[in-house]
């Protein structure tokens, strides 16, 4: 699903506002929504399922510890992130990638250690998530991927990314489990409603920035019923190929994907500022 996120919209009155030094870099930070973009973030998603499966299987660190060093490495990797001039399609989807694991693990954590059922974590990050946006909105007056260039847009948009992999964990988790519809056709139910929300977009005029962002939670849980299929026991109604290969096998997708991103560069948008210097 391509939105018209690729073109340079018309300022906002806050990215007019924001002074030049306080523009970080020349380029917008977050890559071009293409149908390419679409499918490194259903990848990363499903990577971020079974790698917190295999983690917690096999780190022998316990949910807990596994947490901590995932959280840990998330904080390294956005610190690269942040620390680059521009968008770089290895940082910035390892990065997504982490934020997945970890998102996951957060609503594993809640629901495993303490307890919490899914029902309740899946309301709680759905409360969260919108606070994230209001409190966004009001401090940039903008919620536009299209200008993710200062320290401040980044954080907020990161810290929403956070929260729709965690609400999309526990969200997808209800449904496939506790719904009991199954892997697969709880995988069909998201990709309709993603199908529904392009829609909705193209056809019916729905908000550009809504469309992203609901289209970019519902990933997580397609991606997650995806990586349970293909993992998960054919006893419990996966195909059994085990956490091992299947993250295995969608890293090296999503590694090739970037190293073609890296190269052609296609996924770079340069940013009104950008776009305003050239003049």
Not at 125 to 153: K, Q
Not at 194 to 202: C, G, K, N, P, T
Request: charged letters at 15%.
């Amino acid at each position: 699903m391509t939105y018209g996120t690729s073109q340079t919209p018309t300022p906002s009155a806050a990215d007019i506002q924001v002074s030049p030094s306080d523009r970080r870099p020349d380029w917008n930070k977050v890559p071009r929504v293409t149908v390419c973009f679409w499918v490194i973030k259903v990848l990363c998603t499903t990577v971020g399922e079974t790698a917190a499966d295999l983690l917690d299987e096999k780190a022998g660190l316990g949910l807990t510890g596994v947490s901590v060093l995932m959280s840990a490495l998330l904080a390294v990797v956005l610190v690269v992130q942040f620390r680059t001039a521009a968008c770089r399609a290895g940082v910035y989807w390892l990065a997504v990638a982490l934020t997945s694991v970890v998102g996951t693990l957060i609503s594993d954590s809640l629901t495993v250690n303490l307890g919490v059922p899914l029902e309740t974590s899946t309301t709680v990050f759905a409360i969260i998530l919108p606070i994230v946006f209001v409190v966004w909105y009001r401090r940039e007056r903008t919620l536009s991927i299209h200008h993710i260039d200062t320290t401040s847009r980044e954080s907020f948009y990161w810290l929403a990314v956070l929260f729709t992999f965690a609400l999309g964990a526990a969200a997808g988790d209800l449904v496939s489990e506790r719904i009991d519809l199954g892997y697969w056709l709880s995988a069909l139910l998201f990709a309709l409603s993603i199908a529904a929300v392009a829609l909705a977009h193209f056809a019916l005029d729905l908000d550009a920035v809504w469309s992203f962002w609901i289209a970019y939670i519902l990933t997580r849980p397609l991606g997650a019923s995806i990586g349970d299929y293909l993992s998960q026991p054919t006893g419990d109604g996966g195909l059994g190929m085990g956490t091992v290969v299947t993250s295995a096998l969608f890293l090296t997708v999503i590694l090739g994907l970037v190293v073609y991103l890296s190269v052609t560069r296609k996924d770079v948008a340069q940013s009104q500022s950008a776009t305003r210097h050239a003049a």
